[in-house]
C-alpha cells in the first residue's frame, strides 16, 4: 500500500528558504570566482602594458632620429592611459576584455611603428637599423608561441640583410622586405595572443562552473544525468587550453566546448536544484511521518533511516506486537511524494507493493489502516497533507 503526500504553503515556504540560501551560495562562490579571474586577468594586462611600454621607452631615441617621434608618445600617452584603466575596472570581466583588445591594438600598432622606425634607420644606418629591428623583435613577448611560421621566416630575412649588409648587397631592400614582414609577424602575435587570451578566458569560466556544480552533487550523493559526458567535453577543452596557442582551428573548437560546456553547466545545475528540492520535500514528509509515529501506536527503529538515490527508507515498529512497518518515502517531479509501507506480522501476510495485502480470511487489515490513519492524521498537523490509504491488490477506497 502508499499514500501521496504534498506540502501544505508553510511547509513550502519553508522549503524555498532553503533553496533560496543555496542559491546566494552559488551566487557567492560564483561572485569569487569571477573576481579572482579578473584579478588574475588586471595582473597578465598589467605586466603586458609594462612590457609595451619599456618597448616605447626603447624606442624614443630611434623614433626621435627618424621624425617618428610623436607617434611613439602619442602610443606611449595612450598605454599610460589605458594602464591607468586596469584597476578601476576591478573584477568586471567585460571590461577587462575591453582594455585587453584595445591594449592588442595598441601592441599591434607599436610594431608596425617599431618597424616603421626600423625602415627609417636602414637609409642612415644599416648595422644600427638591424640591431634595432632584432632588439625589437627580441623584445616581443612569445612572437615564436603565437606565430611559430613568421618567427622562422624573421630568422631567415634576417640573416639575408646581414649577409646584404656585409657584402655591399641590396640591403636596401633586403632591409624593407625585414621589416615589412616583422610588421606583419608582430600583429599576428598580437591578434593571436588577444585571441587566445579571450578563448582561456572562456574555458576557464566553463570549467569552473562544472566543477562546482558536480563539486556540490558530489557532496549530497546525487549522480547527474550528461554528467560524464560533460566530463569528457572538460577534458577536451582542458587539452586545448594548456597550450599558449594551439592554433586557429583548434583555438575555435576551444571556443565552441567552452560555450557548449557552459550551458550544459547551466542546464546540470538546474537538474541538480531539482533532486535537491525533490529529496528536501522527502526528507520533510519523513520528518513529519517519525514525529507522528507514537501518536499513531508505532516506534521509530533506531539507525534505520537510509536514503537511496532520492528516496528514503526507515523502519517502524508496532508498540502493542512489534510487527514491523517498513516506510520508503519517494518523491516525484510534480511536487508530491509517495509513502509506500512493506511489512510483514500479525495484520501483513505479504509484501504490500506486490500482492494483494490482506487475505479475505485475516480481518485485522481494518486495524493497521486505522493505524496508519493516525499516522496521516499526525503528519497532518505537521503541514503534510496525505490522501486516501491505497492498498495493492484492492481497488482504492
Avoid at 86 to 108: I, Q
Avoid at 167 to 183: E, I
Avoid at 268 to 288: F, K, S, Y
Avoid at 313 to 333: G, K
Wanted: proline fraction near 3%; charged fraction near 25%.
Amino acid at each position: 500500500m502508499y499514500t501521496t503526500a504534498t506540502l501544505r504553503a508553510t511547509a513550502q515556504a519553508a522549503l524555498a528558504v532553503q533553496q533560496r540560501a543555496r542559491e546566494e551560495t552559488r551566487r557567492r562562490a560564483e561572485a569569487e570566482a569571477r573576481r579572482g579571474r579578473a584579478a588574475l586577468q588586471a595582473r597578465q594586462l598589467s605586466d603586458r602594458l609594462a612590457v609595451l611600454g619599456s618597448r616605447l621607452d626603447a624606442l624614443a631615441d630611434d623614433a626621435a632620429r627618424t621624425g617618428t617621434g610623436a607617434a611613439v608618445r602619442g602610443l606611449h600617452d595612450r598605454q599610460t592611459g589605458l594602464t591607468r584603466w586596469v584597476s578601476p575596472a576591478g573584477d568586471d570581466e567585460a571590461a577587462l576584455t575591453a582594455l585587453s583588445r584595445e591594449y592588442g591594438r595598441l601592441d599591434a600598432e607599436a610594431g608596425r611603428l617599431a618597424a616603421s622606425v626600423a625602415d627609417k634607420l636602414a637609409r642612415q644606418a644599416w648595422k644600427e637599423a638591424l640591431d634595432s629591428m632584432r632588439d625589437t623583435l627580441s623584445a616581443a613577448p612569445q612572437r615564436t608561441v603565437f606565430d611559430p611560421a613568421g618567427a622562422r621566416e624573421l630568422i631567415e630575412l634576417t640573416s639575408q640583410a646581414l649577409a646584404a649588409a656585409a657584402g655591399g648587397g641590396d640591403f636596401p631592400t633586403a632591409f624593407a622586405t625585414l621589416t615589412g614582414r616583422a610588421g606583419v609577424h608582430l600583429e599576428t602575435v598580437a591578434v593571436n595572443r588577444t585571441a587566445a587570451d579571450e578563448a582561456h578566458a572562456l574555458a576557464d569560466g566553463a570549467l569552473a562552473a562544472l566543477h562546482r556544480v558536480l563539486g556540490e552533487a558530489r557532496a549530497e550523493g546525487i549522480a547527474l544525468a550528461w554528467a560524464d559526458a560533460a566530463l569528457a567535453v572538460a577534458q577536451r577543452i582542458a587539452a586545448v587550453r594548456d597550450a599558449a596557442w594551439p592554433g586557429p582551428e583548434r583555438l575555435r573548437d576551444l571556443r565552441r566546448d567552452a560555450a557548449a560546456l557552459a550551458e550544459t553547466s547551466l542546464a546540470l545545475a538546474g537538474e541538480l536544484e531539482e533532486r535537491l528540492a525533490r529529496m528536501d520535500r522527502a526528507a520533510r514528509v519523513v520528518e513529519a511521518a517519525v514525529a507522528a509515529l507514537p501518536g499513531a501506536g508505532f516506534q521509530l527503529v533506531a539507525g534505520s533511516t537510509v536514503r537511496y538515490g532520492d528516496h528514503i527508507v526507515f523502519r517502524s515498529m508496532r508498540m502493542d506486537d512489534s510487527s514491523i512497518l517498513d516506510i520508503d518515502v519517494t518523491p516525484d517531479a510534480v511536487g508530491t511524494v509517495t509513502i509506500a509501507y512493506h511489512g510483514k506480522g500479525t495484520d501483513f501476510t505479504t509484501d504490500f507493493t506486490t500482492e494483494t495485502s490482506c487475505d479475505p480470511e485475516i480481518r485485522r487489515c481494518d486495524v493497521t489502516e486505522a493505524m496508519l490513519d493516525l499516522l496521516h492524521a499526525g503528519m497532518e498537523k505537521d503541514d503534510v497533507a496525505t490522501n486516501d490509504t491505497h492498498w495493492d491488490g484492492t481497488p482504492d477506497k
